[in-house]
T-cell receptor
């Protein structure tokens, strides 16, 4: 069963706007990762945040983690048409293995 | 180039005909995993392996087998495929030590008629 749920399921914005995607999970985690998937292709890792971190940045990406609410958000600033993809959160449950559980994803469309 | 490869990329087969999807990584990763992706369900883990000769069931292992005889290879075996195994399959790998991202293969689209 999935451990995470993304919200919204689909998001459509104009180029230049910011996109925010949320992820909620059910059990305790060691880390949370965000991945991007272009249609029908493999997932590409974007950013990893550990359970003792609250916020991380990578270029135009900003990820927050609230372990008390069991939720995370991914913000893409100044979006581009090339950001159009599906975005998945993945919960890493244990430091000693890399077993992860993925959410169902948010489909982001950025209109030029 | 560091990568995870899968073969075949596309496969159409019939119910009951045994098939194997290969997965290979050239990064010397200990951890490897198979996922299936279905619309609206995201990725669900089928099996994973933390090292050679060590495999464990994921969330949806029924109807699948795996083996890990070599570190670089992690084939997925469908002994008797059924139409409900029609899906997009991904192999992934990562180093085991510590918290690491997973590297994904390009996917195998399987159709079972």
């Amino acid at each position: 069963s999935q451990q995470g749920e993304e919200d919204p399921q689909a998001l459509s914005i104009q180029e230049g706007e910011n996109a925010t995607m949320n992820c909620s999970y059910k059990t305790s985690i060691n880390n949370l990762q965000w991945y991007r998937q272009n249609s029908g292709r493999g997932l590409v890792h974007l950013i990893l945040i550990r359970s003792n971190e609250r916020e991380k940045h990578s270029g135009r990406l900003r990820v927050t983690l609230d372990t008390s609410k069991k939720s995370s958000s991914l913000l893409i600033t100044a979006s581009r048409a090339a950001d159009t993809a599906s975005y998945f959160c993945a919960m890493g449950r244990d430091y000693n293995n890399n077993d992860m559980r993925f959410g169902a994803g948010t489909r982001l469309t950025v209109k030029p | 180039e560091a990568q995870v490869t899968q073969n075949p990329r596309y496969l159409i087969t019939v119910t009951g005909k045994k098939l194997t999807v290969t997965c290979s990584q050239n990064m010397n990763h200990e951890y490897m995993s198979w996922y299936r992706q279905d619309p609206g369900l995201g990725l669900r883990q089928i099996y994973y392996s933390m090292n050679v000769e060590v495999t464990d069931k994921g969330d949806v292992p029924e109807g699948y087998k795996v083996s890990r005889k070599e570190k670089r290879n992690f084939p997925l075996i469908l002994e008797s495929p059924s139409p409900n195994q029609t899906s997009l399959y991904f192999c992934a790998s990562s180093p085991l030590a510590g918290v690491r991202e997973q590297y994904f293969g390009p996917g195998t689209r399987l159709t079972v008629t």
